[in-house]
Nanobody, 116 residues
């Protein structure tokens, strides 16, 4: 059973930055893809960014050039650096891990609130 724990959320003014962390209970080398999702009230969960075991990244159009996903295999941690935050980035952010066997695990989420 994989455990994922997100941290780093909070309240920030528009234009500010936050860095989210997702700590995994086992080596990231056993995980194929790590993803960050977000869900705003009344909206569907959307994929924000993902990173493969080989370091290939993918971003939603709405966050390109503002967010950066990265992974530190030594710390079993994935990060989401969020810059130039906008009120529309306000959401609960969730970390997800897909193993090589195709099983998905989820964290409990961390809240990000951007004030205008």
């Amino acid at each position: 059973q994989e455990q994922l724990v997100e941290s780093g959320g909070g309240l920030v003014q528009a234009g500010g930055s936050l860095r989210l962390s997702c700590a995994a209970s086992r080596s990231l080398l056993s995980i194929n893809i790590m993803r960050w999702y977000r869900q705003a009230p009344g909206k569907q969960r959307e994929l924000v960014a993902d990173i493969t075991s080989g370091g290939r990244t993918n971003y939603a159009d709405s966050v390109k050039a503002r967010f950066t996903i990265s992974r530190d295999n030594a710390k079993n941690t994935v990060y989401l650096q969020m810059n130039s935050l906008k009120p529309e980035d306000t959401a609960a952010y969730y970390c997800s891990a897909r193993t090589w066997s195709g099983v998905d695990y989820w964290g409990r989420g961390t809240q990000v609130t951007v004030s205008s």
